[in-house]
């Protein structure tokens, strides 16, 4: 993509005398992630495929009564495939293929939970405002195309899914929701978080199409961990993240589409505090590429009309609860970041910093136990 940075982490590396790297990576990732050694079939097959593939490592102090709990994970970010303007069901066909392609390159890293962009099977195109064609790309989460595709995918490669779509609910009026289906390893449907803040921010006007969710803060078990998920908006409120980590959740997901000229700056910061904070690692994932609409639209404030939101800048990444974090994906390509974790970190977190059983969230807990 012409005039896009590719990555900070290309910047850095390219600008700062090497004697001074390690140090500077130190001060602003942490300490260093470990790099994964992916195997040369991945490797080749991503570069044959067009995406970035990266991998690294968080590692946990070894315990006497507990084995590590290791777990991989893998986020998704991509472009759409063809223009907005094709068929409804030829681009979402066009994004089943690319993520397939990206899925199996995934198995191969052993990847045991992977997790989409939001709203992954379409444009972005709620800045529109318009109906249709948009809406048509909304499918049931239980029993939608997209949703079918999932369970074949999670059968076939023994991986939990986590699937951000436009929800249509036709059992409650047709209603329709921005929705991450969880999908477990063994194909089942394990349950559906919605998405519960809403943007009405500049092109990020959503609520003409969904209203807040109505699932509250499930978060669900898997084979290889408890895992939540908060979409996009929620990043931005620290007790949204809270109520996952509250109810348990050791690894929450960011599902997000967000572009440079609005919060590229909060992106390292947010979702990374939320791991220090809540003691459990986060993953936002931002999908990449500019989309372009035939009809102009505003953005409500006097500016005007234009065809695109702007640049999505990707940069997806994964934080500890040490705060550490990995580097970003690339802000321009598509690409798969792979990351192993050791879950009982967690726990040594909280004993060391113990944020979680402060006198207010100790307060919370009571709170929710004994009035419900
Ligand atoms: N998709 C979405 O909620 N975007 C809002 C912008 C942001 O959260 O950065």
């Known amino acids: ?10 910047c850095l590396e390219r600008h700062i005398p090497p004697q001074d790297l390690a140090e500077v990576k130190r001060i ?11 195997p040369s079939a991945a490797l080749l097959s991503a570069q044959e495929r067009d995406f970035e593939l990266q991998g690294y490592g968080f590692d946990a102090a070894p315990e006497q009564l507990r084995r590590p709990r290791i777990v991989r994970v893998g986020l998704v ?28 390159v995934a198995a191969m890293c052993g990847v045991n939970i992977i997790c989409f962009q939001e709203a992954w099977t379409m444009p972005f195109a709620f800045c529109t405002r318009e109906k249709l064609p948009w809406t048509e790309f909304a499918e049931s989460a239980e029993d939608g195309l997209t949703t079918k595709f999932c369970q074949e995918l999670a059968k076939k ?14 059992i409650h009026g047709g209603t329709l929701w921005n929705t ?27 609520s003409t199409y969904y209203m807040e969710g109505n699932t509250g803060h499930p978060v669900f078990q898997t084979q290889f961990g408890t895992i939540a998920v908060n979409i996009c908006f929620g990043r931005h409120h620290p007790l949204n993240w809270l109520m996952y980590s509250l109810n348990g959740a050791e690894i929450i997901f960011n599902p997000s589409a967000t572009i440079g000229t609005l919060s590229e700056s909060l992106w390292p910061i947010e979702a990374r505090n939320a791991a220090i904070a809540n003691h459990c690692f986060t993953c936002p994932i931002n999908r990449v590429g500019t989309e372009y609409y ?12 234009h065809h695109d939101l ?31 974790m050791d879950l009982n970190l967690c726990r040594q977190v909280s004993d060391k910093w113990n944020f979680k059983v402060s006198p207010i969230i100790k307060k919370c807990l009571f709170l929710r136990t004994n009035c419900v």
């Open 1 to 10: 993509m012409a005039g896009e940075l590719e990555s900070l982490e290309s």
């Open 28 to 38: 602003l990732y942490g300490g260093e992630t470990r790099k994964l050694s992916l």
């Open 77 to 104: 970010q991509n472009k759409i495939p063809l223009p907005t303007d094709t068929a409804v069901a030829v681009q979402v066909a066009a994004l089943h293929r690319r993520i397939e392609e990206i899925v199996e």
């Open 157 to 170: 490669y023994d991986m939990v899914v986590v699937s951000p779509i436009l929800e249509r609910d036709e």
């Open 180 to 206: 991450a289906v969880v999908i477990s390893n063994s194909g089942a449907i394990l349950g559906k978080s919605r998405k519960n803040h809403i943007p009405r921010i500049g092109d990020f006007n959503e």
């Open 294 to 305: 035939k009809n102009a639209f505003t953005s409500g404030d006097g500016g005007e009309a």
């Open 310 to 340: 702007g640049h999505f800048y990707g940069s997806s990444y994964v934080a500890a609860p040490d705060g550490s974090r990995t580097p970003g994906l690339s802000r321009t390509r598509d690409g798969l970041l792979v990351v192993e």
